[in-house]
């Protein structure tokens, strides 16, 4: 005798509640799928909004990637939009719904799945400019609508989504300020990483605020916590989100140390039959081993697809996160995976970084573009812990092949030994990231110690000299306070004029800093190369 049908309830309707509904239907033809979603959108683009704000993406339908109809269609899915869960009862097994006409009812399940994402962190105020938070078809619709030239905007937040609000509404014209309440845009890179953005958003025209946040506002106008007032017809949220999961603790599942619904590497929940996926679930992380907030759409639909297949009895687990993203804006790409220095501090780690500014491709092939990377790895496994890529091409290829390094196990030094496609309009034949590897087993084993950016007031404070030994033109367009300029062609005909003690060498990127470390060592001199150069010493002092 044949086992009866499951039903199989969904709460989310987008991103890892789709992936898990046609991926069950795909594996069990049988099964009664019911997914509840209080939005009127179903298995929309959310991660296109911005762009359509922007004109880019310029049919609408074109983000609606499926509806209830098609659903049913081609899946047999019952799905139903503008329903809410409003209560489960982990009991009893049954989920109570309340529809478009305010009236509930009871749906029982077998298996459950919450995909109930994150909502923004503010609240819209109840006085001021319109707010909208771009997460959704209806918050791109509004803004999209409210777009002109000259209209002030303020976006409040320098994150992945408040950039593409950015870069968009410039694209429609409108005058915009970025408000941020950190020193920094983009905070998961660190400083010296992002030093371009802030001066590519300001050439844009955009009016970058940084360490302040909007303490109120009135009609046509915001204030900030500076004192100034900033005219705004229109606020963009994008200050970030918190895990929506008060269906979940009302139900008394378990809620983790992140705020995110606490789950198991299958996805379980702590009630029985219970799974939850997306951006309001614990994900485990790789670098540091216990549970993160990671809201990245990959993993939200990875794990709604891991979800069905466990549900129709195959053995599935998820694999650590290392959070993987970029961003980009006006044609500068930003992007990283791990964990940033920042973090790495924080968390009280051992780490050690290196800085590289390669070309994207050869550098004899027309178009070529500098990169600027950074690695961080464990000293003592020379594990990869992290890294951050920012440039105008090629630079999602890189990050990309550093993440799946992580996730293989390869270490820091292991990537200068990748076999990586080459054609001159690509890459060169030490790809940037074998580049990042070869410096990493340099600074790792000690043939060439390093000075970090940040670190080289207290190197100069405690007695070393430093030495800048790019060209004569290259020391006078821009020079590190106190450097003695001493060009690495004239390095070892000039030994007797370097003053004695410790030195800091330092040229452009690193390179020749390189060279000039290992000359100078080999005459007996305490020395250290700036690692990443002066780009890298600017990036990370400038304002």
């Known amino acids: ?71 049913h269609r081609r899946f047999r899915l019952d799905v139903r939009v503008r329903h809410e869960v409003v209560h489960i009862d982990t009991d009893r097994r049954v989920v109570e719904v309340e529809g478009p006409d305010g009236q509930r009812m009871l749906q029982p399940y077998d298996r459950l799945v919450l995909a109930t994402g994150a909502r ?33 905007v ?34 998961p890179l660190d400083p010296e990483m992002v030093a371009p953005l802030a001066e590519e958003l300001r050439v844009r025209g955009v009016d970058v605020r940084l360490g302040v946040e909007i303490t109120a506002s009135a009609p046509g106008a915001v204030t900030l916590s500076d004192g100034t007032v900033v005219a705004a017809e229109f606020v963009v949220d994008a200050s970030g989100v918190v895990p929506e999961v008060g269906l979940a603790r009302d139900a008394g599942i378990r809620i983790g140390e992140t705020g995110g619904i606490a789950v198991d590497d299958a996805c379980r929940t702590s009630a029985p039959d219970v799974f939850a996926v997306g951006d309001g679930v614990e994900k485990s992380d790789l ?34 996160a290392v959070g993987a993203g970029i961003v980009g804006v006006f044609g500068l790409a930003l992007a990283k995976t791990g964990w ?8 009280g780690r051992e780490f050690y970084a290196v800085h590289v500014h390669p070309g994207s491709h050869a550098g004899y092939y027309p178009g070529a573009e500098t990169l600027s990377m950074k690695l961080l790895a464990d000293p003592a496994s020379d594990r990869i812990l992290g890294a951050q890529v920012v440039g105008r091409d090629g630079v999602d290829k890189r990050i990309d092949v550093i993440a799946t390094a992580m996730q293989a196990g390869v270490t820091a030094a292991g990537l200068a030994r990748l076999e990586l496609a080459y054609a001159p309009q690509f890459g060169s034949a030490k790809d ?5 590897g070869y410096v990493a087993e340099n600074t790792r084993t000690g043939t060439t110690p390093t000075v970090q950016w940040h670190g080289l007031d207290d190197a100069v404070r405690a007695g070393a000299v430093l030495i800048d030994v790019r060209s004569p033109a290259e020391h006078v367009a821009g020079a590190i306070p106190g450097a003695l300029n001493v060009p690495l062609d004239e390095l070892r005909d000039r030994l ?14 690193g390179l020749r800093g390189h060279i000039a470390t290992r000359l100078l060592r080999q005459h007996g001199r305490d020395v250290r190369n700036l690692d990443g150069g002066y780009r890298t010493w600017r990036d990370g002092t400038v304002r």
């Open 154 to 187: 303020v976006v409040v937040g320098g994150g992945y989504t408040g950039l593409e609000a950015v870069e968009n509404l410039v694209a429609r014209g409108a005058a915009v300020t970025l408000v941020q309440r950190g020193p920094q845009l983009l905070s």
């Open 496 to 509: 007797d004029e370097l003053p004695a003690g410790p030195l800091v060498v330092h040229c452009q990127v």
């Open 340 to 347: 940033s220095e920042r973090q790495l501090h924080a968390a």
């Open 1 to 71: 005798m044949s086992a009866a049908p499951l039903t199989v309830v969904i709460v989310g309707g987008v991103a890892g509640g789709m992936s898990a509904a046609t991926r069950l239907r795909r594996l069990d033809e049988s099964a009664h799928i019911v997914v509840f979603e209080r939005g009127p959108e179903v298995s929309y683009a959310n991660c296109g909004l911005p762009y359509y704000v922007g004109g880019v993406i310029q049919d609408r339908e074109a983000l609606l990637l499926q509806t209830p109809e098609s659903l």
């Open 287 to 320: 670098v540091g081993g216990g549970p993160a907030l990671i809201t990245m759409a990959g993993l939200a639909n990875r794990h709604g697809r891991m979800v069905a297949d466990l549900i129709a009895g195959r053995v599935e687990a998820a694999s650590p």
């Open 120 to 152: 923004p962190r503010r609240d819209e105020p109840d006085a001021g400019p319109p707010v909208r938070s771009l997460r959704t078809v209806d918050d791109a619709d509004a803004i999209h609508a409210a777009a002109r030239p000259g209209l002030p």
């Open 432 to 436: 940037p990231v074998n580049m990042l």
